[in-house]
């Protein structure tokens, strides 16, 4: 896309405006300028200035050094010198002094002031650079209606992610207390089987007793009596009786 060429700053020429809205404007700008540069003239050379200046509006706008009357009246009586009395130059010496140091005041005030726009200008610029990266961070009166919307759904999705990741931390939380109290739950080693399996005696509640695996009637008396050549050794009907003949030994048990 080819660059769009401005005609830069152009000459204008001296001439009346026609435009009654830029005379005005123009008049203010100038007229701004001019009483600046009376100032800096009356700062550094020590001059006396009066300006008397009509507006477009038959405004009447003025400046003068040390005062505008003072001025007027000094060139329309201009008194003869030698009528001058030495307390009467000295009164006006110090005077002068007085307005040029307030110049100086007022000229240090301008450019300052003028420093400050500048500065604000700046901040501005900048501020608005910032708030188009970083626009979450500002005031929510100060967002657009899509910035909000986009900051709502951000928001909400940070929600999710919190209530998520609190319910994490809680389930672990849970789990670790859970471990802990049934491992310190009792002191008791549990004993193993033949077949490993591990039996904790604590399992079984408290006040149990095995069931009697006996049926109802049975009385150990009435047992059927045992085959000949039973050996009362409590290893078994096959182990050898040391103390003499065993007919059932070497035998199988069926």
């Known amino acids: 896309m080819a660059k769009k060429q401005s005609k830069g700053r152009q000459r204008v020429e001296m001439v009346k405006m026609k435009n009654d809205s830029n005379l005005q404007v ?3 700008k100038r007229r701004a300028g001019l009483f600046k540069k009376a100032s800096e003239l009356c700062t550094l050379c020590g001059a006396e200035i009066a300006i008397i200046v009509f507006s477009p509006g038959r405004k ?27 307390t009467m130059q000295l009164i006006e010496a110090h005077r002068n002094a007085n307005i040029r140091e307030l ?3 007022l000229t240090q005030v301008a450019n300052r002031l003028d420093s400050a726009k500048k500065r604000g200008e700046e901040l501005n610029q900048m501020r608005k650079a910032i708030q188009s990266h970083c626009w979450w961070a500002f005031p929510f009166e100060e967002l657009s209606l899509p910035q909000l919307q986009k900051l709502k759904t951000v928001m909400e999705e940070l929600k999710k992610n919190v209530a998520s990741q609190g319910n994490h931390l809680l389930m672990q939380r849970m789990n670790t207390q859970q471990f802990l109290m049934g491992s310190s739950s009792s002191g008791e080693i549990p004993y193993e089987t033949k077949n490993n399996i591990v039996f904790d005696a604590n ?3 408290a006040g149990y007793s095995a069931p009697d695996m006996m049926p109802e009637g049975f009385s150990a008396p009435n047992m059927m009596p045992p085959p000949p050549g039973f050996n009362h050794h409590p290893e078994g009907y096959n182990y050898p009786n040391p103390l003499g003949y ?5 035998r199988g048990f069926f």
């Open 26 to 28: 123009t008049f203010s």
């Open 60 to 86: 009447v706008f003025s400046f003068g050094h040390p005062e505008v009357e003072a001025v007027t009246d000094r060139y329309l009586n201009m008194p003869d010198p030698r009528q001058t009395s030495g």
């Open 103 to 105: 110049n100086i005041q």
């Open 203 to 205: 399992m079984m509640p």
């Open 246 to 250: 065993n007919p059932g030994f070497g």
